[in-house]
């Protein structure tokens, strides 16, 4: 319920209530007093089996919600976190999507990765899509209550739009537009990830990546073809610009401008 009140999301009250679950069953003695140094030799555990250095923060987080709101813990702990590392997003190229797009044969499949790639979608949005969010007249779609509690428009593409008709008049969605088992309840993210894996191994794509490249390589080939970082910064619904410039070191339009030293050689016999 404190959490609930704060604004936390199910899917971090979630993770957090794990990862404490996890913590605490590492402590010698279940009526142990949680000191720093319980965290830190425990977090050095996590990084050594090679947990990313983000779960290993959020797990921080948790432990320190744990004590400050659950246990009432009168000491603010001082907690070592570990520098956050700095990775550049998976990105498929144009010729990539479009094999992988091609490669699904099944309507409501094709939909929901036409809709992911064209939107730049994250997973949890494009399952918990509503018809009364596609605004034709506009063409855009509305991402209610996306990461960080946020609204926000993006793209509606006419393509994606042309499948999305078919779709609905062969599924007639209800309540969601991609409903799961249960028409009450959207399609669950793991099963869309599982669409993704078999699209992408069907359209012999060696490259491993997740359903999250799709959003990744529409940001990429948005900034390669010409659009404004700041407009692109909005669609994706990154809160600092810093986000979204990450873009700007996978895009290889302007590297692929750059000769390499060698090919000014001459390197004939």
């Not at 918990?128 to 596609?134: F, N, S, V």
């Not at 028409?183 to 794509?205: C, G, M, P, Y």
Request: net charge positive; hydrophobic share 35%.
């Amino acid at each position: 319920m404190e959490k609930k009140l704060r604004g936390y999301t199910r899917k971090t009250i979630k993770a957090y209530c794990s990862q404490i679950e996890r913590f605490v069953a590492s402590l010698p003695q279940m009526n142990t007093e949680i000191r720093a140094s319980h965290v830190q030799t425990y977090c050095l555990s996590l990084l050594e089996r090679g947990i990313s250095h983000s779960s290993v923060n959020q797990t921080i987080s948790a432990i320190r919600f744990y004590c400050k709101h659950v246990l009432l813990h009168p000491a603010e702990f001082q907690y070592i976190r570990p520098k956050k590392q700095v990775k550049l997003p998976n990105v498929m190229s144009e010729k990539e999507v479009t094999l992988l797009l091609k490669a699904v044969t099944n309507l409501k499949h094709k939909t929901i990765l036409y809709l992911t790639y064209s939107a730049g979608l994250r997973v949890g949005e494009v399952v918990r899509l509503r018809y009364i969010d596609l605004d034709i007249e506009r063409q855009t779609i509305i991402v209610r209550q996306g990461k960080g509690q946020k609204d926000r428009r993006t793209l509606l593409s006419n393509l994606a739009w042309e499948i999305v008709q078919k779709y609905i008049a062969e599924y007639k969605p209800e309540r969601w537009l991609f409903p799961g088992q249960s028409t009450d309840r959207h399609l669950t993210e793991r099963s869309v990830q599982k669409v993704f894996e078999e699209a992408r191994q069907r359209a012999n794509i060696v490259k491993k990546c997740s359903i999250h490249a799709l959003r990744h390589s529409f940001a990429t080939h948005l900034l390669e073809n010409g659009t404004d970082l700041r407009y692109i910064q909005e669609l994706l619904g990154h809160t600092i610009a810093q986000t979204t410039q990450r873009y700007t070191h996978v895009s290889t339009k302007n590297i692929q401008r750059i000769q390499s030293p060698l090919d000014r050689m001459d390197m004939g016999d």
